[in-house]
């Protein structure tokens, strides 16, 4: 079949970036500069110009710019994304006829039979032998062209473009016997302004970015149970708790303070003390079977307190610099009002039950999952979307959203894209330990971060191979990762062998390697390890089923820790970013190095951090660290300093072979900024690297 228009001679491939040929939405953050790159080519010889087209959504014009050529056929553009919410980009590339013009001028002009150095024994000059070049039929060709440039061109352009074409024709008529380059650059520079678009091409869609703002980048998490938060040992937490004790956590360096559901907790079959199937009379059950006669996904369990003490825990919470982050765990409590109400919205057996939540052989009865192949859906998104915008209206901006990838998916595409509509700085969290294609769709249909793998990745060559694959495109221009070593569902294996070394050293990797982490507070600062059994994740006497005491005081406690580590990550922008991740090798399989920078300001110096990790929580490790300098910025020639940024020891390093040795119990890590650099010379340079 033939085109629509044949003439359009400009094909336009590999435009990155771009999720899944452009069926999702590549995701920035605002004051982002987003590069594009694009393969840019046509037939022949002729020249090509392209602009990158980009607009935020609520602009009805075209923002331009123009694209530069590289090698091999690849051009790039960049824009700054200065609003949340939706961008669309394109590009627009044509054929240059002025520019090709322009080229192919100078060649002949350089070819021009030039008079040459005369042989002295003959009376004639010399001259060289090369073909006629038809420059005069050349100038009237440009000429031509600066006629149809003109007439694109307004005002005092479009007069200096005439007035050009006059001067071409004239030249062209001296048929002088030699002729020089007849235009500026700033003459060639006008004429671009004007170019011929009519044979234009564009790709077949548009292209959209989704920008979030700083806070899907970069988050420090802190999860606790508001009931386990009483002072006094026979009562039960509320708000007003959890609120005195907001200066600690914000003290501590996090931003983000996560609530387990805070609504009402059901009775029947409620469960017990470690997960039993038998509550006593005084077990409060698990925050997760949620709903009750009292209310469902919009009410609150009354024994935390009143909506008026949650509306003011929110703003107590953003007092302190912080933001409240609410789970949304879309499953119901056999006494939800939505089993009475909309039965159709759950899974019944033949024997007219219905199906309670279940992971063979483990079972939920106190839980019912919804039903997305209803014959209501409509009705059961639209109430879904209901319970985000509640909370939203009570001022919540972070929602880590319970397992996601237990509901449908096309669901999550519409609920985000919906809020988002009004509210472009809302952020999701998804927890979703689940298959890799099933957690990057998530993130692509809309989700700002999700946990990942790295609770399970112990071993070197897994965290590397891991990360690089979640810290580069294509995957990072889709999925942002939020690590945690622990949760109230996972104690991994190595927390529970490795003792207080190892919780050290999960810390320091999960807040180096990841610009976003959280931990599930109390129990991680004060080393919770014991399993409910041997082989399980599930933690001896679960905060999920009963109330805990946390001694926030503990001598052993890692506050202090928390505290620097949270202090580094807050100082030094290289980690606040994923993208600069970068792995040096090491010849001990038990240690592990990584490099993270920031480009510097006209304020600020680049900012580079060096990370060096004892991955065996038992034994002393060391090992020579083969550092790639030219990836730090750093000179063959040179002695450069770093500081340890966890006990403020200086060391001099030279070249590339450098030794490390780590005792996990005292500090199983190196957090090294490089902060100046010597030459060999030994003159100092006082420029940060």
Request: hydrophobic share 40%; charged share 20%; glycine share 6%.
């Amino acid at each position: 079949m033939k085109p629509a228009e044949g003439r359009k001679r400009v094909i336009i491939e590999e435009i990155r970036p771009q999720v899944d040929c452009g069926r999702y939405s590549a995701r920035r953050i605002l004051g982002d500069r987003v590069e594009v790159s694009a393969a840019i080519f046509s037939d022949g010889h002729d020249h090509v110009a392209a602009h990158l087209l980009y607009k935020h959504a609520s602009e009805a014009q075209w923002r331009s710019t123009p694209m530069t050529a590289l090698t091999n056929d690849m051009w790039s553009a960049s824009f700054i994304v200065d609003h949340l919410g939706t961008w669309t980009y394109t590009i627009q590339a044509w054929v240059d006829h002025f520019d090709t013009w322009c080229a192919d001028l100078k060649k002949r002009l350089a070819a021009q039979p030039l008079l040459i150095q005369p042989d002295p024994a003959s009376p004639e000059p010399a001259k060289r032998d090369l073909p006629p070049q038809d420059i005069p039929l050349a100038f009237t060709i440009g000429a031509s062209l600066l006629d149809q440039i003109a007439a694109r061109a307004k005002g005092k352009d479009a007069q200096a473009l005439k007035e050009l074409a006059i001067s071409l024709r004239w030249m062209a008529g001296k048929n002088s016997p030699l002729y020089e380059y007849p235009l500026s650059p700033e003459i060639e520079e006008l004429a671009a302004r004007y170019p011929d678009l009519s044979f234009a091409s564009a790709p077949e869609k548009e292209l959209h970015l989704w920008v979030d703002r700083e806070r899907a980048r970069f988050s420090s998490w802190y999860e606790l149970f508001p009931r386990s938060t009483s002072a006094d040992p026979t009562r039960h937490g509320t708000f007003a708790d959890v609120e005195l004790l907001l200066p600690e956590i914000a003290a501590m360096g996090f931003d983000i303070l996560y609530l387990p559901p805070i609504h009402p907790i059901g009775m029947a079959f409620r469960k017990g003390l470690n997960n039993s199937a038998t509550a006593g009379p005084e077990d409060e059950g698990s925050p997760w079977a949620i709903g009750s006669p009292e209310g469902g996904h919009e009410a609150i369990h009354a024994k935390l307190g009143t909506f008026a003490d949650f509306d003011h825990l929110v703003a107590a919470t953003h007092a302190n610099g912080m933001e409240l982050a609410l789970d949304i765990a879309f499953q119901c409590s056999p006494d939800h009002p939505w089993v009475k109400q909309h039965p159709d919205w759950f899974l019944h057996r033949p024997d007219g039950t219905i199906q309670y939540a279940e992971n063979p052989p483990k079972k939920y009865q106190d839980i019912y999952p919804l039903n997305f192949e209803s014959s209501d859906w409509r009705a059961l998104w639209d109430e879904l979307r209901s319970v985000f915008q509640f909370w939203i209206d009570h001022g919540v901006r972070v929602f880590r959203v319970d397992n996601p990838h237990t509901k449908a998916l096309p669901f999550w595409e519409w609920c985000i894209a919906d809020l988002h509509k009004k509210s472009p700085d809302v952020l999701f969290l998804a927890e979703a330990f689940t298959r890799p294609h099933v957690m990057y769709s998530l993130a692509k249909g809309g989700f700002t971060q999700s946990y990942t793998y790295f609770t399970w990745r112990t071993e070197k060559s897994e965290l590397q191979a891991y990360f690089e694959e979640i810290a580069k495109p294509p995957v990072s221009d889709f999925f942002t990762p939020n690590v945690w070593p622990n949760t109230p569902d996972i104690l991994h294996a190595s927390l529970q062998t490795g003792g207080g070394a190892a919780f050290m050293q999960r810390l320091i990797l999960a807040t180096t390697l990841a610009a976003s982490y959280g931990i599930y507070g109390p129990a991680y600062e004060l080393g919770e390890n014991l399993p409910a059994k041997p082989g399980s994740e599930e933690y001896l006497h679960s905060e999920k089923y009963q109330i805990r005491r946390w001694d926030r005081s503990a001598p052993h406690s890692l506050a202090p820790l928390v505290t620097r580590l949270n202090q580094i990550r807050r100082t030094n922008p290289a980690l606040q970013s994923d993208l600069s991740l970068y792995f040096h090798p090491v010849d001990n399989p038990q240690m592990l190095c990584y490099s993270k920078s920031a480009a510097g300001t006209d304020s600020e110096p680049a900012n580079v951090i060096l990370v060096a990790v004892n991955l065996d929580p038992h034994n002393e490790q060391a090992g020579w660290i083969d550092l790639d300098l030219k990836h730090l910025g750093i000179r063959h020639d040179e002695i450069f300093d770093v500081e340890d940024l966890l006990t403020g020891i200086h060391y001099q390093w030279h070249d590339r072979s450098n030794y490390v040795a780590l005792r996990p119990t005292v500090m199983p890590a190196h957090i090294f900024r490089v902060t100046r650099k010597v030459t060999l010379s030994g003159m100092l340079d006082i420029t940060t690297i």
